[in-house]
Nanobody, 115 residues
Framework: QVRLVESGGGLVQAGGSLRLSCVASGNGFSFSDMGWYRQAPGKQRELVAAITSRSFTNYADSVKGRFTISRDNDKNTISLQMNSLKPEDTAVYYC?????????WGQGTQVTISS
């Protein structure tokens, strides 16, 4: 059974940094595509960054050059390093695992950026 647990959210000032982590339980992590999504109040959930099983990455235009996604298959973990944070980055951030034709989600972690 897949379970995803995010951590690392919090409140920081604009221009600051945060690092989110997501630990996945269950089998198959190393051949899963993983991603970070976010959902701000009143908005749809959107893709922030993704990393394939072969570690190819892609980013939303709004975070390119500021965020970096990475994975550690030995620890069943993905991370999202977020730098130069802006108030518009405020959202609940969710970890996603795509495996065996299904999508799994974590419970989310709140990121709040003050101006």
């Amino acid at each position: 059974q897949v379970r995803l647990v995010e951590s690392g959210g919090g409140l920081v000032q604009a221009g600051g940094s945060l690092r989110l982590s997501c630990v996945a339980s269950g089998n198959g992590f190393s051949f899963s595509d993983m991603g970070w999504y976010r959902q701000a109040p009143g908005k749809q959930r959107e893709l922030v960054a993704a990393i394939t099983s072969r570690s190819f990455t892609n980013y939303a235009d709004s975070v390119k050059g500021r965020f970096t996604i990475s994975r550690d298959n030995d620890k069943n973990t993905i991370s999202l390093q977020m730098n130069s944070l802006k108030p518009e980055d405020t959202a609940v951030y969710y970890c996603n695992q795509a495996i065996w034709g299904r999508n799994y989600w974590g419970q989310g972690t709140q990121v709040t950026i003050s101006s």
